[in-house]
């Protein structure tokens, strides 16, 4: 996936909002207002994604592509070079636990306020 193929998908899912709150190249995506998907538009083609310390660590052991974030908690994010081979259908799924593990996170008035949208958007 290249860096707009990964922008489309993180913006199809309920409540992802875009933003650049660090400075003008690191896009980051976020659910309900929490990060969950960032990414440098210069520089090292890298996505950062959030999971859970014991996967983080299989993900590094299993795939050469994936290293620990730059400037993140190493126990709870990687960065995927998507500049190395890796199945779309893969990184897809990552940044979809990403965005999972953010809202089982997020306050239960938080959660209401995604599913009320998630079903508005199903109407639509």
Same mark, same amino acid.
């Given at each position: 996936?290249? =860096?707009?193929? =990964? !922008? +489309?998908?993180?913006?199809?899912?309920?409540?992802?909002?875009?933003? $650049?709150? $660090? +400075?003008?190249?690191? %896009? *980051? $995506?976020? /659910?309900? &207002?929490?990060?969950?998907? %960032?990414?440098? @538009?210069?520089?090292?083609? &890298? /996505?950062? %994604?959030? #999971? @859970?310390?014991?996967?983080?660590?299989?993900? !590094?052991?299993?795939?050469?592509?994936v290293i620990e974030?730059?400037?993140?908690?190493? /126990?709870?994010? #990687?960065? /995927?070079?998507?500049?190395?081979?890796?199945?779309?259908?893969?990184? !897809?799924?990552? =940044?979809?636990?990403?965005?999972?593990? *953010? =809202?089982? &996170?997020?306050? !239960?008035?938080?959660?209401?306020?995604?599913?009320?949208?998630?079903?508005?958007? #199903? %109407?639509?």
């Amino acid at each position: 996936m290249n =860096i707009e193929e =990964i !922008r +489309d998908f993180c913006l199809s899912l309920p409540g992802t909002t875009e933003s $650049f709150p $660090f +400075d003008e190249t690191t %896009l *980051v $995506f976020k /659910v309900m &207002g929490k990060m969950y998907c %960032l990414m440098s @538009l210069d520089g090292d083609p &890298g /996505v950062a %994604l959030k #999971n @859970l310390p014991d996967k983080i660590l299989e993900m !590094r052991e299993h795939y050469d592509c994936v290293i620990e974030a730059y400037h993140m908690n190493k /126990v709870h994010w #990687n960065t /995927v070079m998507i500049d190395h081979p890796l199945p779309d259908a893969k990184l !897809r799924e990552w =940044i979809t636990d990403s965005y999972h593990l *953010v =809202i089982s &996170g997020l306050t !239960r008035k938080l959660k209401e306020e995604l599913k009320n949208l998630q079903q508005w958007l #199903n %109407l639509s």
